[in-house]
């Protein structure tokens, strides 16, 4: 499974994040997938963002749920994330990702963590700064 992300890689503060990942050799409706985002700003550790599951209901870190939407086309097996209300803090690589998750939102999920071996498919990565 190859994952791509897509966006603009620069946000005035105050304005809305969007982004799109698109999915290729699998589907996004594949039973137990769940096609997470993650982040990472300059110097700190893999956060966890959110994710849409293989049925179609989003999840969210309890620190951005206010802030985040996650949404998917499956027409065109993608998924795409909007943070809004951005801020220079939200400077940082962002990340689509694959997991197997047949027992749900993981502990680490829950709490906002993003364990890199959790998700065995990962984009990219691009880098959205937050300046205006």
């Known amino acids: 499974v190859q994952l791509q992300e897509s966006g603009p890689g620069l946000v005035k503060p105050s304005q809305t994040l969007s982004l799109t990942c698109t999915v290729s050799g699998g589907s996004i409706t594949t039973l137990y997938h769940y096609w997470s985002w993650i982040r990472q700003p300059p110097g700190k550790e893999l956060e966890w963002m959110g994710a849409?599951?293989?049925?179609?209901?989003?999840h969210y870190s309890p620190t951005l749920r206010s802030r985040t939407a996650i949404s998917r086309d499956t027409s065109k097996n993608q998924f795409t994330l909007r943070l809004s209300s951005v801020t220079p803090e939200d400077t940082a690589v962002y990340y689509c990702a694959r997991g197997f998750q047949p027992g749900g939102i993981t502990t680490a999920q829950s709490m906002g963590i993003a364990e890199r071996d959790d998700y065995p498919d990962w984009g990219q990565g691009t880098l959205v700064t937050v300046s205006s």
């Open positions: 849409i599951t293989y049925s179609g209901s989003a």
